[in-house]
């Protein structure tokens, strides 16, 4: 049985929806790396996900959220029962289950690990962040690290035992990386020595594990200035003795912990490295200057996960706010609004909880088939290499065009999404006795995080459409246009379908203008308008997935009893389809009519002109 402390709720029966009906993960379980994986596999998978959510990490989310992390003689205490947590998920296996099996793993598409990341950082994302920092560290070293660091830092890492952490960021360059001063002297031995100091640094230190690796980003004495200089280099907290185990601490010190408006377990720390010369770092790979690129395999990895993370806390803010909706009793129906003796409804009957509800739900299951979409283009890829190239390079290529979308959409509409839960409990929302308050708070800082949502436009704008000639963009829009020439007759959704065609148009429309900007030497109008552009390319993209699910739904409705159970879930799919396409896609057009005005008046205006005091 669950705990009663915990507020996650879960909607499994659209996650393997998504999977298996959407996206037919059966047809690649049982092939090449996922041989030991079947449908039972997943489901079990799911099932056990979810229980560990209810029983284990969701019950500690709110009392997480008041104890906060402390700092004690210069370590880090995280919140009563993280510990025992940690132990638990490590022990289920589940944070390991998409790992090589030879660090220990399951081996899992990745698209079943988003489901798991799904419901852990939905039902704690304080908490989760620990784990899931370390896996990323721990996933760089095996991609990036000499076979010596493999064997000592992956497994303890996966395993539990030890940590780790990503650090780029600094006080006097915020998310200008080049900018960077950690310094890194080679020393006779062919390691090095670490001085400087990294902030923000999300999981930084905690009393759940034997030893800590963070990955830092530093300059060697005579490297280039800029990004271009930077070089990785594998810093743990207790340097490690010749039998793999724990040993003397290697001047890596906790300055301080963020007080912040959420995730206050995650113990957000200011590291020094090196205060009194004495941190020794690994150079990642044995390479200098690899650095950004190597640490970009990382970042990637935590650029989706923020997007699963928005996913996570929409899903149960939104599953939270409707349970209250079929509770709740206030006012009369509409249909009897003059009269005073008429019987109070549930919430539920008033339209504009109804507007909210549903729009809640369109969004978050969009993001939803976002995310698995995406992780269904990694694992097609990995079958695909070395296989059959075309196919490789074109789920690689949708990997890569996806990912700063669903990482800034989920992260900004997760907040927008909780707001609005909050909205639909009116006052009793704003109250700690509930748990929406806590998830808006939580949720802000994944636009923030991880490369800012601008900073995923840009990029989006300045790299990804452009990538091999424009051709990962052409085949997207491809895909989408493909949908629309099939659809747009379809007796139920032909107007919606037809309108996801004028939204394509659109987007089309602003890539041209954008091009035209670059060619045209105004780069200084992109700024202005990529997180519009950004936006517009994922309203389009959920209006698409959201319409392949109605219509899924209505092929699966035509073959079920009137009464049976499913009718109800697969009519969920029509009307999300529609509220979105009829309610969010047409603001697709609107932005291309703005980003095609080319208004310059943010950079006309004086800056004394915005405001006299």
């Known amino acids: 049985m669950a705990n009663a402390d915990n507020r996650y709720r879960a909607d499994l029966r659209d996650v393997r929806f998504v999977l298996?009906?959407?996206?037919?993960?059966?047809?690649?379980?049982?092939?090449?790396?996922?041989?030991?994986?079947?449908?039972?596999?997943?489901?079990?998978?799911?099932?056990?996900?979810?229980?560990?959510?209810?029983?284990?990490?969701?019950?500690?989310?709110?009392?997480?959220?008041?104890?906060?992390?402390?700092?004690?003689?210069?370590?880090?205490?995280?919140?009563?029962?993280?510990?025992?947590?940690?132990?638990?998920?490590?022990?289920?296996?589940?944070?390991?289950?998409?790992?090589?099996?030879?660090?220990?793993?399951?081996?899992?598409?990745?698209?079943?690990?988003?489901?798991?990341?799904?419901?852990?950082?939905?039902?704690?994302?304080?908490?989760?962040?620990?784990?899931?920092?370390?896996?990323?560290?721990?996933?760089?070293?095996?991609?990036?690290?000499?076979p010596e660091q493999k064997k000592k830092f992956v497994e303890n890492i996966f395993g539990?035992?030890?940590?780790?952490?990503?650090?780029?960021?600094?006080?006097?360059?915020?998310?200008?990386?080049?900018?960077?001063?950690?310094?890194?002297?080679?020393?006779?031995?062919?390691?090095?020595?670490?001085?400087?100091?990294?902030?923000?640094?999300?999981?930084?230190?905690?009393?759940?594990?034997?030893?800590?690796?963070?990955?830092?980003?530093?300059?060697?004495?005579?490297?280039?200035?800029?990004?271009?200089?930077l070089s990785l280099f594998a810093v743990p907290k207790f340097r490690v003795n010749a039998d793999g185990t724990a040993g003397a601490r290697n001047d890596v010190t906790v300055g301080s912990i963020e007080h912040k408006m959420g995730i206050n377990g995650s113990a957000t720390c200011v590291l020094n490295f090196g205060e009194n010369d004495g941190c020794v770092g690994e150079l990642v790979g044995g390479v200098e200057n690899a650095g950004m690129s190597q640490m970009f395999l990382m970042m990637n990895g935590a650029r989706i996960a923020v997007g699963i993370q928005g996913l996570g806390l929409a899903s149960t803010a939104y599953l939270n706010a409707l349970n209250y909706a079929r509770e709740r009793k206030q006012g009369a129906s509409i249909t009897h609004w003059k009269d005073p003796t008429a019987p109070r409804v549930t919430i539920l009957e008033h339209g504009d909880i109804r507007r909210m509800l549903l729009e809640m739900k369109s969004k978050v299951e969009g993001i939803r088939a976002l995310a698995v979409k995406l992780a269904t283009h990694v694992d097609r890829a990995a079958l695909h290499a070395g296989k059959d190239d075309e196919k490789h390079a074109y789920h690689h290529g949708q990997v890569e065009l996806l990912t700063p979308i669903l990482k800034a959409y989920s992260s900004d509409q997760a907040f927008r999404i909780c707001e609005l839960a909050i909205q639909t409990y009116g006052g009793a929302g704003y109250l700690k006795?509930?748990?929406?308050?806590?998830?808006?708070?939580?949720s802000k800082i994944?636009?923030?995080?991880?490369?800012?949502?601008?900073?995923?436009?840009?990029?989006?704008?300045?790299?990804?459409?452009?990538?091999?000639?424009?051709?990962h963009t052409q085949q997207f829009l491809g895909d989408v246009a493909s949908f629309v020439e099939a659809h747009q007759a379809h007796p139920v959704y032909g107007a919606e379908v037809?309108?996801?065609?004028?939204?394509?148009?659109?987007?089309?429309?602003?890539?041209?203008?954008?091009?035209?900007?670059?060619?045209?030497?105004?780069?200084?109008?992109?700024?202005?308008?990529?997180?519009?552009?950004?936006?517009?390319?994922?309203?389009?993209?959920?209006?698409?997935?959201?319409?392949?699910?109605?219509?899924?739904?209505?092929?699966?409705?035509?073959?079920?009893?009137?009464?049976?159970?499913?009718?109800?879930?697969?009519?969920?799919?029509?009307?999300?389809?529609?509220?979105?396409?009829?309610?969010?896609?047409?603001?697709?057009?609107?932005?291309?009519?703005?980003l095609l005005a080319g208004d310059d008046s943010p950079y006309e205006i004086p800056d004394a002109a915005f405001a006299t005091v």
């Open 160 to 229: 539990g035992k030890w940590g780790g952490t990503m650090c780029l960021t600094e006080p006097q360059a915020g998310s200008d990386v080049g900018a960077a001063r950690t310094r890194a002297r080679k020393n006779p031995d062919g390691t090095y020595s670490i001085q400087g100091t990294k902030i923000f640094i999300s999981a930084g230190d905690s009393d759940m594990v034997e030893n800590i690796v963070h990955l830092v980003l530093a300059r060697v004495e005579g490297a280039a200035p800029g990004t271009k200089g």
């Open 433 to 442: 006795d509930h748990p929406v308050e806590q998830y808006c708070r939580d």
């Open 20 to 146: 298996f009906e959407q996206f037919r993960l059966g047809e690649i379980l049982g092939q090449g790396s996922f041989s030991g994986w079947g449908e039972e596999e997943v489901l079990a998978t799911l099932k056990e996900t979810a229980r560990l959510a209810a029983e284990v990490t969701g019950p500690l989310n709110g009392s997480g959220d008041r104890e906060g992390c402390r700092l004690e003689n210069g370590q880090v205490h995280v919140p009563k029962g993280y510990k025992e947590a940690w132990d638990q998920v490590h022990a289920s296996g589940l944070k390991m289950v998409s790992v090589d099996p030879e660090f220990g793993g399951g081996g899992a598409p990745s698209a079943v690990r988003v489901a798991v990341e799904e419901m852990l950082t939905g039902s704690n994302t304080a908490f989760n962040m620990y784990p899931s920092l370390s896996f990323g560290a721990g996933e760089l070293i095996e991609r990036c690290g000499t």
């Open 498 to 594: 037809k309108a996801l065609g004028s939204a394509q148009e659109s987007v089309v429309n602003a890539v041209m203008k954008l091009m035209e900007y670059s060619q045209a030497g105004q780069l200084a109008k992109v700024p202005l308008v990529a997180n519009r552009f950004l936006e517009m390319m994922a309203e389009l993209t959920l209006a698409w997935l959201l319409l392949d699910q109605a219509l899924i739904g209505e092929a699966a409705m035509a073959k079920l009893s009137a009464e049976h159970p499913d009718r109800s879930f697969y009519a969920g799919k029509r009307y999300a389809a529609q509220f979105f396409a009829r309610n969010i896609l047409p603001g697709v057009g609107a932005k291309a009519a703005v």
């Open 446 to 471: 994944f636009s923030i995080y991880e490369g800012t949502n601008h900073i995923q436009a840009m990029d989006l704008v300045g790299r990804k459409l452009g990538q091999h000639g424009g051709a």
